[in-house]
């Protein structure tokens, strides 16, 4: 399976500053998809990325907010813009299933906005 | 769009019994539907999974069960143990690789010494 390189692992942050979080993949892969999880809750995804074309966003989320890169096969990166306090979460890449394995994460990026 | 229910919420069992997590799904498209196992702190680990054409699948003390007509799946934790204890999400997806997980809402399972 794939194997998911995400930093950085947390941060803390001033309000009104911005936040990237990168991920490399090990493999060439076409998806990529980036979740929130909020503390204790589920996994909530944010957008998908494939190489070449504009991310795709989930309802209420938007490009401004959050955008992503795509240059290649085994990068994505999404940026946390103009943060507030509500955007304090953990952020974390995934990458699509194949063959015999299935969907893949990477560590995570704990942010705190303060 | 798809959406996932998960129940329960929260399930404590005794050591070495049975622990049984159930999940709903909306859209009868979907055909693959993982397990995760998530520790505190650390990043959501897939644990078991089954796809649309098949009804059941183990793994060691894990299965899996699926039932299309009723759009439900259930995991199944036999002889249960104190590392077991973690929370547990569920998803579907219909297009496995190129689409999104849709994740149930999670249930913490605490197993009881």
């Known amino acids: 399976s794939a194997v998911i390189s995400q930093k950085p692992s947390r941060d803390i942050c001033q309000r009104g500053t911005s936040l990237t979080i990168q991920c490399q993949v090990d493999s060439q892969v076409t998806m990529m998809f980036w979740y929130r999880q909020q503390p204790g809750q589920s996994l909530t995804l944010i957008a998908t990325?494939?190489?070449?074309?504009?991310?795709?966003?989930e309802s209420g989320f938007v490009i401004d907010k959050f955008p992503i890169s795509r240059p290649n096969l085994t990068f994505s990166t999404l940026t946390v813009s103009n943060m507030s306090p509500e955007d304090s979460s953990i952020y974390l890449c995934s990458v699509g299933g194949m063959g015999d394995y299935g969907y893949t994460f990477g560590s995570g990026t704990r942010l705190t906005v303060v | 769009g798809e959406n996932v229910e998960q129940h329960p919420s929260t399930l404590s069992v005794q050591e070495g019994d049975s622990a049984v997590i159930k999940c709903t799904y909306s859209?009868?498209?979907?055909?693959?539907f993982p397990w995760y196992k998530q520790e505190l702190g650390k990043r959501p680990q897939l644990i078991i999974d089954i796809r649309s054409n098949v009804g059941e699948k183990k793994d060691q003390r894990i299965a899996v069960t699926l039932n299309k007509t009723a759009k439900h799946f259930s995991l199944h934790i036999t002889e249960t143990q104190p590392e077991d204890s973690a929370v547990y999400f569920c998803?579907?997806?219909?297009?496995?690789?190129?689409?999104?997980?849709?994740f149930g809402t999670g249930t913490r399972l605490t197993i009881i010494p």
């Open positions: 859209d009868s498209a979907s055909n693959y």
């Open positions: 990325a494939n190489q070449g074309s504009e991310a795709t966003y």
């Open positions: 998803a579907a997806s219909f297009n496995f690789g190129n689409e999104k997980l849709t």
